[in-house]
C-alpha cells in the first residue's frame, strides 16, 4: 500500500502542475476533510472544488514538487507552488508542507501548512507586510478564500 500512496501523492501534484483540478479532486474520498491557514476546515466536496477553482484562476502557476513519502495509511510531502496572486498581481513562491490520511486508495485527510505571514507580505505587499501578521488581516483573507469557494461550489450547482 505504501507504493500506491506514493504513486496518488504523485499523481495528485503531476494533475496541479497541469492545473487539472478534476484530476486532483478524484484523488479524495467523498469524506475528505482539507485545512490549511487559509482555508481552516473544508469537508465533502469542498477540498476537490477548492483545488478546481484555485488551478481554474491561476494562469501562471506552476508547481514543484520536492519530496515526497508513505507509509502505511500516512503520508507527506513538500512542494512549492509559484503564482501570481490575482488579487493583487504581485508574485507569490509559497513553500507548503503537506501531510496525508489514505483511505481505500485516496486521501481522507489532508493538512498544509505554510508561513501565513509570508504569504501575506508576498501577495498583499506593504500592507501584508506591516499587518499581514495579525488575526484582522489574516481574517479577512480566510473570509474571502472562503466567499470565493462558496461562489464557486453554488456556480457549480
Given amino acids: 500500500m505504501t507504493q500506491a500512496n506514493v504513486d496518488l501523492i504523485d499523481r495528485f501534484y503531476a494533475a496541479f502542475a497541469q492545473h487539472d483540478g478534476r484530476a486532483m479532486a478524484a484523488c479524495y474520498t467523498d469524506d475528505a476533510t482539507f485545512a490549511d491557514p487559509v482555508f481552516t476546515d473544508l469537508s465533502g466536496k469542498e477540498p476537490g472544488a477548492m483545488w478546481r477553482m484555485l488551478t481554474a484562476r491561476s494562469h501562471d ?8 513519502a508513505a507509509a502505511g495509511d500516512t503520508g507527506s510531502a513538500h512542494w512549492i507552488a509559484r503564482y501570481t496572486f490575482g488579487q493583487t498581481g504581485r508574485r507569490v513562491i509559497n513553500e507548503v508542507s503537506s501531510t496525508f490520511r489514505f483511505r481505500d486508495g485516496l486521501i481522507a485527510e489532508q493538512r498544509d501548512d505554510f508561513d501565513f505571514y509570508r504569504w501575506t507580505r508576498q501577495a498583499l505587499g506593504p500592507m501584508g507586510a506591516a499587518l499581514g501578521w495579525t488575526p484582522i488581516v489574516q481574517g479577512s483573507v480566510r473570509r474571502k478564500a472562503q466567499a470565493g469557494l462558496d461562489q464557486f461550489l453554488a456556480r457549480e450547482g
Avoid: G, Q, T
Avoid at 502557476?61 to 515526497?68: C, G, I, P, Q
Fill in 61 to 68: 502557476l506552476e508547481v514543484e514538487l520536492v519530496e515526497r
